[in-house]
């Protein structure tokens, strides 16, 4: 079946570090790739997403590239900041691997930026 | 445009009791998601609604249920419930099934003491 791995955390960072978060999935045929992230006490927010290999996403300086070759989707962001603290989430839509149309999440990072 | 809404936010419910959640989707979206949320398990995808009609179930006992009306709202039901359903359940909508983002709400937080 469909999976997600997230590279383990937590992850504490200074505030204008580089940010890379790992994220890689098994799939068969061509998921789209989500990311997404929630802020203490709330939902999940959509952060960006790729549909087919190479695409690539990007939302608030945040930056991940469907690699189908390495099953890979990692987000990155060149400067964080204090507010990006959150937990992120790596997610797949299997809609055309035959596996319907749900979300399988992989188990989430939590990042905190320090001033 | 109101995003995803859910009731109640907070739950507080005894072993063995029912509970219903409710989820309001984003005007004039059609399909509604929910899933379980746990420290141990993360997100899990319970089921999906379209049209009235469940059309996807994840991996949980026949406990869990859910319907979907014909305004698009949905709810979900657990029976009997247990100590391991403690969890945030969150409800999530988008325009239609496939390649449609989907809107999660603020969840509800269901405690079983």
């Known amino acids: 079946g469909n999976s997600v791995t997230q590279m383990e955390g937590p992850v504490t960072l200074s505030e204008e570090a580089f940010l890379t978060i790992n994220c890689t999935y098994t799939a068969t045929g061509y998921p789209s790739l989500f990311w997404y992230v929630q802020y203490p006490g709330e939902g999940l927010q959509l952060l960006l997403k790729?549909?087919?290999?190479?695409d690539k996403g990007s939302n608030k300086g945040f930056e991940a590239t469907y690699r189908k070759e390495t099953t890979s989707f990692h987000l990155e962001k060149g400067s964080v900041q204090v507010s990006d603290s959150a937990v992120y989430f790596c997610a797949l839509d299997g809609h055309y691997t035959g596996a319907n149309s749900k979300l399988t999440f992989g188990k989430g990072i939590t990042l905190s930026v320090r001033p | 445009k109101a995003g995803v809404t859910q009731t109640p936010r907070y739950l507080i419910k005894t072993r063995g009791q029912q509970v219903t959640l409710s989820c309001s989707p984003i005007s004039g979206h059609r399909s509604v998601s929910w899933y379980q949320q746990t420290p141990g398990q993360g997100l899990q995808f319970l089921f999906e609604?379209?049209?009235?009609?469940?059309?996807n179930k994840g991996n949980f006992p026949g406990r869990f249920s859910g319907r979907q009306f014909s305004n698009s709202r949905s709810e979900m039901n657990v029976s009997t419930l247990e100590l391991g359903d403690s969890a945030l359940y969150l409800c999530a909508s988008s325009l239609q099934r496939g390649l449609y983002e989907q809107y999660f709400g603020p969840g509800t937080r269901l405690t079983v003491t």
């Open positions: 609604y379209f049209s009235e009609t469940q059309r």
């Open positions: 790729a549909t087919k290999a190479d």
